[in-house]
């Protein structure tokens, strides 16, 4: 008498995901496709391919393209300034600046794809939730942070948000160099941005004056 298959008996039940599993899948495929391609060129039938579900589905859960870009968008720009504000907390005002410049990095380095998607054009119809506007946020802390510092050396205060500007924008643009290049170290690379701002911060003049030839 032969022996009876056991396949049918190993074959294990195929795992549904819940409703909440699904999401997250598909917040993690659309993130790295939008990553990949950018808004445009991104589609909800390769996203749905790549989940193994209909376009349906991914419908029934954002309402389209731009509902699952600004959902991954959103938990981006919350990593990011979450880890920007945490890095303000300290007391002194060279250890904030370089844990600004250090925080910024980490996001790059940790989380490569939501930055390459954070810098990338937003849809048109996108007016807040955009890596400008988070920069904007930053250098609303910035400056608040310098302000008190002007003040205190007899500087004027009201020039704070420009110096911000300069500062958050120098890293900003490194962190952009530094998302392809990833050498140096992220902390000599912070390391060497505050060297730039902080030195030039410490010797300020109070009253700048254009060269004359």
Not at 55 to 60: G, I, N, S
Request: charged share 25%; aromatic share 6%.
């Amino acid at each position: 008498m032969s022996k009876p298959s056991q396949n049918h008996a190993d074959r294990s039940p195929r795992v549904r995901m819940t409703g909440t599993q699904r999401r997250e899948q598909l917040i993690e495929i659309g993130r790295a496709i939008f990553a990949e391609r950018g808004y445009e060129a991104a589609s909800i039938e390769e996203i749905a391919q790549r989940a193994q579900v209909s376009k349906p589905v991914v419908y029934e859960h954002f309402g389209g393209k731009e509902g699952l870009y600004a959902v991954v968008v959103d938990r981006e720009m919350s990593t990011l300034m979450s880890m920007i504000s945490a890095s303000l907390t300290q007391n002194r005002s060279r250890i904030r600046v370089e844990r600004v410049a250090l925080a910024l990095l980490t996001y790059v380095e940790e989380r490569t794809d939501g930055f390459r998607i954070l810098v990338r054009d937003s849809p048109v119809a996108a007016e807040e939730g955009t890596y400008s506007s988070l920069l904007n946020e930053a250098v609303r802390q910035v400056a608040h942070i310098l302000a008190g510092d002007f003040s205190r050396r007899g500087f004027d205060p009201d020039l704070a948000p420009l110096y911000a500007q300069a500062l958050v924008g120098m890293v900003a643009t490194a962190a952009t160099w530094w998302l392809d290049e990833r050498s140096p170290s992220k902390e000599v690379v912070a390391a060497h941005l505050v060297n730039l701002c902080w030195n030039g911060l410490t010797h300020l003049e109070a009253n700048p004056q254009l060269g004359t030839d």
